[in-house]
């Protein structure tokens, strides 16, 4: 077991699962699409009364694929709300009235996706072991820094982390080393001196390497390190095979 003073967690695919089944419904070019835009049908047709559920949801991941493009090359992280806001203007939203939508819309969407996490059998358990013994840290990339908290507090995990670090909050996303540099300086600990744990290669073992930081990287699909890719320190399958390298 290495010395690890800190571990670096990352929320999604790692701590907590989010199951796009738990969404609503609707229908998409005759087909049926998962998307919290089900929720929202009220909201939109209040914001945005002549657009139809399906031309407001091809907007939206019309936007979110611009968005999700350029973030691959610059690292920042924009809120859920511009997402939101981009969408309604796509669709002819008046200027006046397209902000205060994306936050409605925004805010109502964020509730639908934490509603679907899923805190996985001892999951809980072990982050309070390693609580215990460790300092600890969550670091998520993800476009709302409030719903990261209620996730973390409706599965009880808060308790068990000293240090919050979401994208959201930071304006850049993992694999900026930023991601993981905050969080060791407010634990006040060395690079040396933290493992961070995530599900996404590029962007957990991205950042981790980025900051000269162990990674743990969970190989939840069994692929293996991709090729030419300088792997971490640790390949796990599931999150508990974490403990014992931890000594919990």
């Known amino acids: 077991m290495a010395g690890w003073a800190g571990v ?21 070019e005759g087909r049926a699409v998962h998307s ?29 694929e611009e968005m999700a493009g350029a973030r691959g090359y610059d690292h ?8 939101f806001r981009r969408m309604l203007v796509r669709v002819g939203c008046p200027d006046d009235r397209s902000d205060e939508g994306a936050v409605l819309l925004s805010r109502a969407h964020m509730r639908c996706i934490a509603d679907a996490t899923i805190l996985p059998d ?3 358990a072990l982050l309070a072991a ?33 240090v919050v670090v979401v994208s959201e909050a930071l304006g850049l996303r ?13 634990l006040r600990l060395a690079p040396a001196e933290a493992l961070f744990v995530g599900d ?33 320190r640790l390949v796990l399958r599931r999150l508990r095979d974490l403990a014992p390298h931890l000594g919990v």
């Open 8 to 28: 670096l967690f990352d929320l999604f695919g790692t701590l907590v699962t989010f199951e796009p089944a738990r969404l609503p419904t609707i229908a998409v």
């Open 36 to 64: 919290t835009l089900g929720a929202l049908q009220p909201l939109l047709a209040d914001v945005v009364p002549d657009v139809a559920l399906g031309e407001a949801w091809q907007a939206l991941a019309t936007v979110s």
């Open 76 to 83: 920042v992280e924009l809120p859920s709300r511009e997402r």
């Open 122 to 124: 001892g999951h809980g």
């Open 130 to 162: 390693v609580r215990r013994h460790h300092r600890t840290a969550l670091v998520s990339n993800f476009d709302d820094t409030a719903t990261a908290y209620d996730i973390l507090g409706r599965h009880g995990l808060l308790p068990y982390l000293e």
């Open 174 to 186: 993992k694999p900026h080393p930023a991601l993981a540099r905050v969080p060791l300086r407010e």
């Open 200 to 232: 996404t290669f590029a962007e957990d073992v991205g950042a981790a390497h980025a900051a000269a930081v162990d990674a743990a990287w969970i190989d939840v699909r069994g692929t293996g390190v991709p090729d030419g890719a300088q792997p971490p």
